[in-house]
C-alpha cells in the first residue's frame, strides 16, 4: 500500500492523548461533612494507588479512531499493475491485436519476439476485458475472435507462424477499425505488431479508426538489419546440335552497408547442384552470377541458392527451366505457287520465322487445293496468303478452330479466300486501289494494340518509310478493330474477335508485290508479333510471385486441344486435376472452369491432370515478392501518425501500460480515504456510547463502581 499524503501520519501523535487521559486521570474522592470532626486540623490526601488503566476496550475504541482519521488523511492507495489500474479508470477494453506474419517477419528472432509482445498484451488484459487475434500479411485472417479467456488466446499465438505473404497494413487496418466500430465497450485499441516494413504501407491508406480508439504500434525490428537476396533469374536462349540451350543468369541484391565478398552462388536443377560461381557485391548494390548453358529438353525444376543469413526464404529462388514453346503455322496459299525458295508468296515470311527465337516458329505450306477440315489441328495460327476460295468443309472446320482459340491471318490482293461474306472475313472487301502514280503509305497507327506499342517510342523504329503500291479497299464491321490505315484514310489491318480466336486482315500482299514493307527491316519484326498474338502466345512463367491467382485451365486446355486427355478428349471437356502445395497438402480442382487457385507457399506446387496418361506433372515455381527482401522500416510514431492522423493518441507507442497514469489517479478512483474516514468516524460513535455506558455502569471515574 502506499499513501498520497504520507506527512499525515504525523498525526498519530494524538493517539497518546486518550493514553494520557486514561493514565492521570484519578477517582474522585467524595467529601462527607462530619460535626463532630470540625475542629479536626486537615490533612490532605494523597493517592497511593499505582497509575494503571482501568478501560482497555474504550483506550483502544479511541486510539482507532485516531488512527482512521489520519490514515484516511494521507490518503492510502493500493499498487496496482498499470493496465488494470487503467481498466478500473476507463471501463473495459476491446483489444484488437494485429500480428504480423509476413515473410519478412522470419528475419532472425523477429516472430518469436513478436508473439511474446502478443502474450505481454495478453496478461495484461482486466476481468472485463476481450481480445481479438488478427494475423495478416497481404490478407487477413481472424485467428481468435473476441474473448476474455487468456488460456485460448495464447494457445493461438503459439500456433501462429511466419508464412510467405507479403506486408501489407491497409487491410489490417481497415480490419480493425470494422471491428472497432461494432464494439460496445467504452475503450477501444488495435495493437499493430510488425517490424514496419516501409514497403508495406501506401501513405494514401488513411484508416479513421472510432473515434476514442487508440492505434498502438509496438516494433519488433533490428535497426539497420542487413539481407542477401535472391531477386530474379533471366534466360538467354540458343539451338545447339538441334538441342535449345540456355544461359542462366541470376540477379541478386546486398542490402547492407558491407560488401558481400566471395559469396558461393548455386545452380540445381532437379535436386542436383550443377555448377557454384562466387560474387563479389557492394554495399546496397546489386549484382549478378551467370551459370554454363544447361540443355532445355523438357520442363525441369530448378533452384538458385546464395548462402545464409538472417532471412533465408529469400536466400533460394525457385523456378522451372522450360524449353521454348514453338508457334505452329500453317501457311495456305494459290494452287501453282512455289511453296518455298524464290518466287514462293511466302518466302518473306518463312525468313522472318528464322530469325525469330522467343518464340519459335514451326511453319508448313501448303496450296489450298490440299487444305482439309483435319488440317488445323495441332495449329496455332493459319496464314490465308492470297489465296483462293476454300471448301464447305474447310471453311467450317477453319471457323471451329478460331472459336476454340486458334488464330487467323488473312492477306488479300488478287484473291479471295470467300466467295461471299463470312464471319471470318473482317468486314466487306471492296475493289483495288492503284497507288503507282503516288506511292501510299501508313497514316495511322492504333499504339494501344500489342503488335505496334513497342513502337510508340520513334526509336524502336519507323512505318514513314513503307510504301504502297496496291492495296484492297474493305468496309470493317462496326464491331472490328481497325489496327492501321493508308494515308487516304483506307483501313491497312484489321482485327476481328469470334469465340476465343482472333482474324487480323492485312489488305496487302506478304511480299514485295504490293508493297516493299516485306523488305524494309522491321517485317521480321512485325509479322511474327503479329503471329504471337493471334497465338495467344505467352512465354512460359518460369516463376510466379506468391499471392498471385494460378489459372491452370490454360494448360488443362491445351492439352485437351492437343489431343493428350485420353481417348475422346476434345476442348468442350472439363478436365480436373489435383494440386499438390509445397507443403504436401492435396487439393482437388473442379474442372477447367474452376481450376484457378491462389498460390500461397514458397516452393514448387505440382499439378497432375486427370487423364493424362504418362505425361509429367505440371509444376510450377513459386517465389516470395520481392518487396519482402527490403527490410527498410518506418518508425511507428510516424507510421502510427500516417495511418490514423492522430499524433496524439500514440504518441509514446505504449498507450496499453498508460505512463500517463498517475499516482493520484489511482487513489482517486481507488477512494480507499472514504472507508478508512467512515471507519474513524464510527470509532468516535462506537467510543461515545461506550463511554456513556461505562459512565452510567460505574460513575464519573468510569474505574470503580459506583457505590464503593
Given at each position: ?6 506527512l499525515?501520519f504525523v498525526?498519530?501523535a ?6 494520557i ?6 477517582e ?20 497511593v ?8 476496550p474504550?483506550l483502544?475504541?479511541?486510539?482507532a ?18 493496465v ?6 476507463d471501463?473495459a ?7 504480423d ?26 476481468g ?11 490478407g487477413?485472417?481472424?485467428?481468435i ?23 501489407r497494413?491497409?487491410?489490417a487496418?481497415r ?10 465497450l467504452?475503450?477501444?485499441q ?21 473515434e ?16 542477401l537476396?535472391?531477386?530474379?533469374v ?11 540451350r ?6 541478386l ?9 566471395n559469396?558461393?552462388v ?32 523438357a ?38 505457287e ?23 516458329f ?16 495441332g495449329?496455332s495460327?493459319v496464314?490465308l ?17 478460331v472459336?476454340q ?6 492477306a ?10 463470312s464471319?471470318l ?14 506511292l ?7 499504339y ?36 492501321a490505315?493508308f494515308d487516304?484514310?483506307?483501313?491497312a ?23 516493299d ?7 521480321p ?15 512460359p512463367?518460369?516463376?510466379?510471385t506468391?499471392?498471385?491467382t ?11 486441344r ?14 480436373s486435376?489435383?494440386v ?6 492435396q487439393?482437388?480442382l473442379?474442372?477447367?472452369n ?17 487423364g ?7 509444376s ?5 515478392e ?34 500517463e ?8 478512483k481507488?477512494?480507499?480515504?472514504w472507508?478508512?474516514?467512515?471507519a ?13 455506558r461505562w ?8 474505574g ?5
Amino acid at each position: 500500500m502506499n499513501f498520497l499524503a504520507p506527512l499525515f501520519f504525523v498525526g498519530l501523535a494524538a493517539i497518546a492523548v486518550p493514553i494520557i487521559v486514561h493514565l492521570i486521570q484519578r477517582e474522585r474522592k467524595d467529601i462527607v461533612e462530619f460535626p463532630s470532626l470540625m475542629f479536626i486540623r486537615r490533612i490532605p490526601y494523597q493517592s497511593v494507588e499505582r497509575r494503571r488503566i482501568h478501560n482497555w476496550p474504550l483506550l483502544l475504541l479511541r486510539a482507532a479512531a485516531m488512527a482512521l482519521v489520519v490514515a484516511a488523511f494521507s490518503r492510502p492507495f493500493f499498487t496496482v499493475d498499470p493496465v488494470r489500474a487503467a481498466a478500473a479508470l476507463d471501463g473495459a477494453r476491446e483489444v484488437v491485436i494485429l500480428l504480423d506474419r509476413s515473410a519478412s517477419m522470419g528475419y532472425g528472432d523477429h516472430f518469436q519476439r513478436a508473439q511474446d509482445q502478443a502474450k505481454q498484451i495478453i496478461s495484461g488484459l482486466g476481468g472485463g476485458d476481450q481480445a481479438t487475434l488478427v494475423l495478416f500479411g497481404t490478407g487477413v485472417e481472424e485467428a481468435i475472435r473476441a474473448t476474455g479467456n487468456k488460456g485460448v488466446l495464447t494457445a493461438g499465438i503459439d500456433a501462429a507462424r511466419v508464412s510467405a505473404d507479403s506486408t501489407r497494413y491497409g487491410p489490417a487496418l481497415r480490419w480493425a477499425q470494422s471491428f472497432l466500430s461494432r464494439s460496445q465497450l467504452p475503450r477501444k485499441q488495435a495493437v499493430l505488431i510488425s517490424d514496419f516494413q516501409r514497403s508495406g504501407w501506401e501513405r494514401q491508406e488513411e484508416i479513421r479508426l472510432p473515434e476514442g480508439a487508440e492505434l498502438v504500434p509496438i516494433s519488433v525490428a533490428t535497426p539497420e538489419a542487413t539481407n542477401l537476396s535472391v531477386t530474379s533469374v533471366a534466360f538467354q536462349r540458343a539451338q545447339f546440335s538441334g538441342e535449345e540451350r540456355v544461359t542462366i543468369t541470376a540477379g541478386l541484391s546486398n542490402r547492407s552497408l558491407r560488401e558481400v565478398t566471395n559469396l558461393p552462388v548455386s545452380l540445381e536443377v532437379e535436386g542436383r547442384v550443377v555448377d557454384t560461381r562466387n560474387v563479389t557485391i557492394a554495399p546496397n548494390a546489386s549484382g549478378s552470377v551467370t551459370f554454363p548453358p544447361v540443355t532445355a529438353s523438357a520442363p525441369v525444376r530448378a533452384r538458385v541458392l546464395a548462402g545464409k543469413d538472417e532471412l533465408p526464404a529469400d536466400n533460394t529462388f525457385h523456378f522451372v527451366l522450360a524449353p521454348s514453346r514453338p508457334v505452329s503455322v500453317l501457311i495456305v496459299q494459290a494452287d501453282g505457287e512455289p511453296v518455298s525458295g524464290p518466287g514462293s508468296p511466302s518466302l518473306f515470311m518463312l525468313t522472318a520465322f528464322d530469325v525469330s527465337t522467343a518464340p519459335r516458329f514451326t511453319a508448313e505450306v501448303v496450296p489450298v487445293s490440299r487444305v482439309s477440315a483435319g488440317s488445323f489441328k495441332g495449329r496455332s495460327v493459319v496464314v490465308l496468303n492470297d489465296t483462293s476460295a476454300l471448301g464447305s468443309e474447310a471453311t467450317n472446320a477453319l471457323q471451329q478452330f478460331v472459336e476454340q482459340g486458334g488464330g487467323l491471318l488473312i492477306a488479300t490482293a488478287e484473291r479471295s479466300p470467300w466467295n461471299a461474306e463470312s464471319r471470318l472475313m473482317p468486314g466487306r472487301l471492296g475493289q483495288m486501289v492503284d497507288r503507282k502514280a503516288s506511292l501510299g503509305t501508313l497514316g495511322y497507327l492504333d499504339y494501344s494494340h500489342p503488335v505496334f506499342e513497342p513502337f510508340r517510342d520513334p526509336r524502336n523504329g519507323t512505318f514513314t518509310n513503307v510504301r504502297f503500291y496496291r492495296y484492297r479497299r474493305i468496309e470493317p464491321a462496326p464491331d472490328d478493330r481497325v489496327l492501321a490505315r493508308f494515308d487516304d484514310g483506307g483501313a491497312a489491318m484489321v482485327e476481328r474477335r469470334l469465340g476465343g480466336g482472333r482474324i487480323v486482315l492485312w489488305t496487302s500482299t506478304l511480299d514485295n508485290g504490293w508493297n516493299d514493307f516485306a523488305t524494309k527491316p522491321l517485317f521480321p519484326v512485325v509479322a511474327p508479333a503479329v503471329l504471337r498474338h493471334l497465338a495467344q502466345y505467352e512465354d512460359p512463367e518460369a516463376w510466379y510471385t506468391v499471392g498471385r491467382t494460378l489459372d491452370v485451365s490454360v494448360p488443362l486446355a491445351a492439352l485437351v486441344r492437343e489431343g493428350g486427355a485420353g481417348s475422346g478428349g476434345s476442348a468442350g471437356d472439363k478436365p480436373s486435376g489435383v494440386v499438390l502445395t509445397p507443403s504436401g497438402q492435396q487439393l482437388g480442382l473442379g474442372g477447367i472452369n474452376a481450376a484457378a487457385m491462389t498460390l500461397s507457399e514458397q516452393g514448387f506446387y505440382s499439378v497432375r491432370m486427370q487423364g493424362a496418361g504418362d505425361r509429367k506433372p505440371l509444376s510450377v515455381a513459386v517465389n516470395l515478392e520481392p518487396t519482402e527482401s527490403d527490410l527498410a522500416a518506418i518508425a511507428p510514431q510516424e507510421f502510427a501518425t500516417s495511418a490514423t492522423g492522430r499524433a496524439a493518441a500514440t504518441a509514446s507507442g505504449q498507450s496499453l501500460e498508460r505512463p500517463e497514469l498517475t499516482a493520484a489517479d489511482i487513489e482517486k478512483k481507488q477512494s480507499v480515504w472514504w472507508f478508512l474516514f467512515l471507519a474513524g468516524v464510527m470509532a468516535l460513535l462506537g467510543e461515545g456510547m461506550l463511554a456513556n455506558r461505562w459512565s452510567r455502569r460505574f460513575g464519573p471515574g468510569l474505574g470503580q463502581p459506583a457505590d464503593r
